[in-house]
């Protein structure tokens, strides 16, 4: 934790020197945070050496790769010396490492126990930070929506109805878009490449994308009993393609939304921010609402937010415990309500005067900056030749059916005054994660003053539970391509996709009438 921390740390600093320095990454509003996950990631994935693993010795992987310095030393502690140029291959029929050394061959049988274990579990530090550093992003997006509503009044039950129930219906046309284009790619894109593919690997685009690497892992074991063993696999390389695409995909589409007056202010001057502006006109960043005699003031803050993600995840525990079926329910629901509960039990105690605003925005971004450099910096790529061409052909289809999401569907049902903001939040859960979605919002609406991350929150039981890794992806649909033609399933998603936006276009009705009367 210690090492991942100040990995981290180095990480941002250098990223946000880089920031300061490059026009190119000033003139595309690419965030400092951005700029050190990307430079984490290309460190960790060139100086990491390789993991050996008994399925990389039976595969015969590491053939002719050069020994890295770490297991060369291992060597040497064993009495082989080795060049620089000694190289590994791996025999597989009699399970034994071939040392290539020059014109000499060392054989070491695996059953050396010292060695076995040295080879197999080699790793360095960098791994153990890239571990540490995945089971962030999870955590730190609870803690930011634990923060969402304690830091401003929440809407009534009569005004969060309404957007929310808009947003869900956003969000079911995405996803069971993805699922659909992926379907008909597979049927008919991808059959005509001559590549025999299972009706599943349809599925892949929303199990990588909107799923993720944990609906990826749950969806393996389907795809295993669905004659697709390869599906776990592929849904990793889904789950990582769209974190990495949907960031510059993403960027890409606020810098286009920024210049064309899409996002709330409107059609904006570019200007070229280096974030060291502020050094002449410093401005407050908080204030205290207690005295630093006492407590420090930005601690007792930190203490609020501490107590709302302690009764969200108190919730989650319970409910997970009664009713097993909503353990799948993401821990960030449960500490939006439990700010929620927070700030309404103090306002009946008459104590919400003592939650500072720019204090909670303060907690907020510190968490999201660590998150997105954890994010970006643990990702892993993995090279899968065997689906080459189909995969290609279902990334292009992805990427295409939620840019038109994003440009047309979220233009059409989200509210007028924010679809934009709320549109690039849904591309980035729709592609990666929803802190990735928070990380692309953020850099257009840094305080998430617009109510779109709120109206995300809001909605997302309204979704979570059923798509996107819910129990329509994981129960429902592997159940109907196994039971009908892929015809009639297909059919039957457009039909309730268009359903959907008929019901979308009627709850934005009253809202498009009154801008045509303005």
């Known amino acids: 934790m210690q090492t991942a921390l100040l990995f981290s740390s180095v990480l941002l600093l250098a990223g946000f020197a880089l920031r300061a320095k490059v026009k190119l990454l000033q003139a595309f509003f690419i965030p400092a945070a951005v700029v050190a996950g990307i430079?984490?990631?290309?460190?960790?994935?060139?100086?990491?050496?390789?993991?050996?693993?008994?399925?990389?010795?039976?595969?015969?992987?590491l053939n002719d790769r050069k020994i890295p310095e770490p297991l060369r030393q291992t060597f040497e502690a064993h009495g082989l010396a080795l060049s620089l140029d000694?190289?590994?291959?791996?025999?597989?029929?009699?399970?034994?490492?071939?040392?290539?050394?020059g014109q000499t061959q060392y054989a070491i049988e695996k059953t050396k126990t010292t060695l076995d274990v040295h080879m197999l579990r080699l790793n360095w530090n960098g791994q153990a930070v890239v571990r540490n550093l995945q089971a962030w992003p999870g955590l730190l997006i609870a803690v930011i929506f634990s923060g969402l509503l304690l830091d401003r009044p929440n809407k009534s039950f009569r005004h969060s109805i309404k957007p929310a129930a808009r947003e869900g219906i956003v969000v079911w046309i995405i996803i069971l878009g993805e699922v659909t284009v992926g379907l008909i790619a597979a049927w008919l894109t991808v059959k005509g490449?001559?590549?025999?593919?299972?009706k599943s690997f349809?599925?892949?685009?929303?199990?990588?994308?909107?799923?993720?690497?944990?609906?990826?892992?749950?969806?393996?074991?389907?795809?295993?009993?669905m004659g697709f063993p390869q599906g776990r696999d592929l849904g990793f390389l889904f789950a990582t393609c769209g974190l990495v695409?949907?960031?510059?995909?993403?960027?890409?589409?606020?810098?286009?939304?920024?210049?064309?007056?899409?996002?709330?202010?409107?059609?904006?001057?570019?200007?070229?921010?280096?974030?060291?502006?502020?050094?002449?006109?410093?401005?407050?960043?908080?204030?205290?609402?207690?005295?630093?005699?006492?407590?420090?003031?930005?601690?007792?803050?930190?203490?609020?937010?501490?107590?709302?993600?302690g009764?969200?995840?108190?919730?989650?525990?319970?409910?997970?415990?009664?009713?097993?079926?909503?353990?799948?329910?993401?821990?960030f629901l449960y500490t939006?309500?439990?700010?929620?509960?927070?700030?309404?039990?103090?306002?009946?105690?008459?104590?919400?005067?003592?939650?500072?605003?720019?204090?909670?925005?303060?907690?907020?971004?510190?968490?999201?900056?660590?998150?997105?450099?954890?994010?970006?910096?643990?990702?892993?790529?993995?090279?899968?030749?065997?689906?080459?061409?189909?995969?290609?052909?279902?990334?292009?289809?992805?990427?295409?059916?939620?840019?038109?999401?994003?440009?047309?569907?979220?233009?059409?049902?989200?509210p007028k005054s924010y679809w934009f903001e709320l549109g690039i939040l849904n591309y980035g859960m729709s592609t990666g994660t929803t802190a990735q979605g928070m990380m692309l919002l953020r850099i257009i609406d840094k305080n998430l003053e617009s109510g779109a991350a709120e109206d995300y929150a809001l909605a997302s039981p309204l979704s979570a539970p059923f798509i996107g890794g819910g129990g329509i992806t994981l129960i429902a649909m592997?159940?109907?391509?196994?039971?009908?033609?892929?015809?009639?399933?297909?059919?039957?998603?457009?039909?309730?996709?268009a359903i959907l936006y008929g019901l979308g276009i009627y709850l934005s009705r009253p809202e498009r009438v009154g801008s045509r009367n303005e």
């Open 39 to 61: 430079f984490g990631f290309a460190i960790v994935n060139i100086t990491t050496p390789l993991e050996f693993t008994t399925t990389d010795i039976y595969k015969g992987e």
């Open 86 to 101: 000694a190289t590994v291959l791996v025999d597989t029929p009699d399970k034994q490492w071939h040392l290539i050394d």
């Open 193 to 198: 490449l001559g590549v025999n593919v299972p």
């Open 202 to 225: 349809g599925q892949l685009i929303e199990t990588g994308f909107a799923g993720g690497h944990g609906t990826a892992a749950a969806m393996g074991e389907i795809f295993e009993t």
């Open 245 to 309: 695409i949907g960031v510059i995909t993403g960027i890409i589409y606020i810098n286009i939304g920024v210049r064309r007056g899409w996002t709330r202010g409107g059609k904006v001057k570019i200007n070229l921010l280096t974030g060291l502006e502020s050094r002449s006109e410093p401005q407050p960043i908080a204030f205290g609402k207690v005295r630093s005699e006492v407590m420090e003031p930005l601690v007792f803050q930190i203490l609020i937010i501490a107590l709302a993600f």
């Open 311 to 331: 009764i969200g995840a108190g919730l989650h525990e319970v409910t997970s415990r009664l009713f097993p079926q909503t353990s799948r329910f993401p821990l």
């Open 336 to 414: 939006l309500l439990g700010g929620l509960l927070v700030r309404e039990g103090m306002r009946h105690l008459r104590l919400d005067d003592l939650i500072d605003a720019p204090s909670i925005h303060r907690i907020i971004g510190t968490a999201m900056e660590f998150l997105i450099v954890a994010a970006i910096t643990s990702m892993k790529l993995s090279a899968l030749v065997e689906f080459g061409w189909p995969v290609f052909c279902l990334l292009v289809v992805a990427f295409c059916w939620t840019g038109f999401c994003l440009l047309v569907i979220a233009r059409h049902l989200l």
């Open 478 to 497: 592997p159940w109907m391509l196994d039971q009908f033609s892929m015809g009639l399933v297909i059919g039957g998603l457009i039909a309730f996709i």
